[in-house]
């Protein structure tokens, strides 16, 4: 187990920066995911940890050693792919040891691995089948028992779940969030799925164009976005935006709503309010007034979508199974104690200024 330690990373292609003199500190046994769209450069940041590829300029630190010019053998890793890349024609049991039998690891102590990884990820009584007699879980834990056999100083995982289907994305999350808390081991986990890095991560870097956003834990950066990218990246649904302009006693709402404050907040021009914080009331005694164009039942929640005139659909969750009709005119209520608001250049800014 180690620290690592980002210092000044740039990558370029060519003429193309692809990250940007990013600092970055991840401590001993912490979950830190990357997280971001295609074309961030999460899986690009991930694979200079790893040394995949080599940095432009900056410092790779791995505990108190500089790794900055060691390859991906030399840095005590372990990494896990989308893909399984298992043997096929090799077993459970042959493609766990297989990394361990090239180092010339002593047999016994192989099995001794083997026998943990598999007792760690319940695969024990997998260990003599070959992969196509696995499921599709089955066979992303035998890929994340071959990681851990190595017993690395820190595992990277790169997008290890987009293969498998909800119901199984589902399960593997809960098995990765065991096995970190068994261990205690520091991980790294790319993914563009923000329900695994707010439900898998200690510490959550929001990448956007080779850039963080935003550093910190899932609760902090959904309840503290630092602008709206993240506000809008984070969460799902994901959170209405409206165009605002100060007036006297508040914000007046692009569509013809206003939101009364007790202050006046002269830099906000955007106001952002989660569908979980959005209320349905009768016509006028709400902020902003529309019309349901589209009602989602999912019998644990209700997703109203708002239709105003001029503006963006707004979604509402509602709690259990709430009766509405398509066409129904309605008033939204913003949560006075829930939303965000943001400048001309989309940073947040602190309620009450």
Known sequence: ?????????????????????????????EFVVFVGPSGSGKSTLLRLVAGLEEVTSGQVLIGDEDVTELGPADRALSMVFQSYALYPHKTVRANMAFGLEVARTPKAEINRRVQAAAAALRLESYLDRKPKELSGGQRQRVAIGRAIVRDPVAFLFDEPLSNLDAALRAEMRIEIARLHQRL?????????DQVEAMTLADKIVVLKDGSIQQIGSPIDLYEKPANLFVAQFLGSPKMNVYDVEPTAGGLKIAGGGKLLLPYAPSQAAKLGARPEHLGILEPGKGNLEGKIDVIERLGSD??????????????????????????QPVSLAIDPAQFHLFDKETRSIAIGQ
């Open 184 to 192: 205690g081991a520091t991980m790294i986990y790319v993914t563009h």
């Open 302 to 327: 209700t997703y109203a979508y708002v239709a105003h005139e001029g503006l963006e659909l707004t979604t509402v969750r509602l709690a259990g199974n709430v009766q509405l009709s398509v066409g």
């Open 1 to 29: 187990m180690a620290v690592i330690e980002l210092n000044k990373i740039r990558k370029s292609f060519g003429a193309l920066d692809i990250i940007h003199g990013l600092d970055l500190r991840i401590e001993d046994g």
